[in-house]
T-cell receptor, first 118, second 113 residues
Framework: KAGVTQTPRYLIKTRGQQVTLSCSPI?????VSWYQQTPGQGLQFLFE???????NKGNFPGRFSGRQFSNSRSEMNVSTLELGDSALYLC?????????????????FGEGSRLTVL | AQTVTQSQPEMSVQEAETVTLSCTYDTSESDYYLFWYKQPPSRQMILVIR??????QNATENRFSVNFQKAAKSFSLKISDSQLGDAAMYFCASGGSNYKLTFGKGTLLTVNP
């Protein structure tokens, strides 16, 4: 079974530009989450989608947005890039229907998209 | 809100020895999961071990085991017979009813031959 695929793996942008990152989840997974990873802040939750609906959103400005398509593939967009947006952006997928009473179960991560903003 | 704290930014262990990574968490939820993830230098995060909070028995996966102390909100990871391939960043994480995982800052584990 293919894992979580993220594209592009690396990209360089300049301040003020926008960027779109793509994530294809594991086949059959309906939940896709996005995390930003930086050396200073660690892993921070951006948002989670399930069946094209955003179920939770992290504490990021409105420049960060996302969406999910009917085939569960997801994209995230960052507009008006700032230097501080340089980070590794990780996508993770799951069934979205954890078997236990808590609904956030195991996540399967992609290799990430490394964004550098100059 | 959930918080996860890893107090050891770096740890080192000799090959074949045992090492314990510490993690404390705080949550207002009654049902939650706890995880240890490993991120090798290639960057892909992989699950090491998970624990359902409602289970008293500590989870074990081969050389990896946890010490889950629910009252103390402690969730440490023990790696036995350490191998060179265990060298990585280890993240403790918790997940509850809000569709997200909260991660600690991570512990960088070095394995010395």
């Amino acid at each position: 079974k293919a894992g979580v695929t993220q594209t592009p793996r690396y990209l360089i942008k300049t301040r003020g530009q926008q960027v779109t990152l793509s994530c294809s989840p594991i086949s059959g997974h309906r939940s896709v989450s996005w995390y930003q990873q930086t050396p200073g802040q660690g892993l921070q939750f951006l948002f989670e989608y399930f069946s094209e609906t955003q179920r939770n959103k992290g504490n990021f400005p409105g420049r960060f947005s996302g969406r999910q398509f009917s085939n569960s593939r997801s994209e995230m967009n960052v507009s008006t890039l700032e230097l501080g947006d340089s980070a590794l952006y990780l996508c993770a997928s799951s069934s979205g229907l954890a078997g236990g009473r808590a609904n956030t179960g195991e996540l399967f991560f992609g290799e990430g998209s490394r964004l550098t903003v100059l | 809100a959930q918080t996860v704290t890893q107090s050891q930014p770096e740890m080192s262990v000799q090959e074949a020895e045992t090492v314990t990574l510490s993690c404390t968490y705080d949550t207002s939820e009654s049902d939650y999961y706890l995880f240890w993830y490993k991120q090798p230098p290639s960057r892909q995060m992989i699950l090491v071990i998970r624990q359902e909070a409602y289970k008293q028995q500590n989870a074990t996966e081969n050389r990896f085991s946890v010490n889950f102390q629910k009252a103390a909100k402690s969730f440490s990871l023990k790696i036995s017979d350490s191998q060179l391939g265990d060298a990585a960043m280890y993240f403790c994480a918790s997940g509850g009813s809000n569709y997200k995982l909260t991660f600690g800052k991570g512990t960088l584990l070095t394995v010395n031959p």
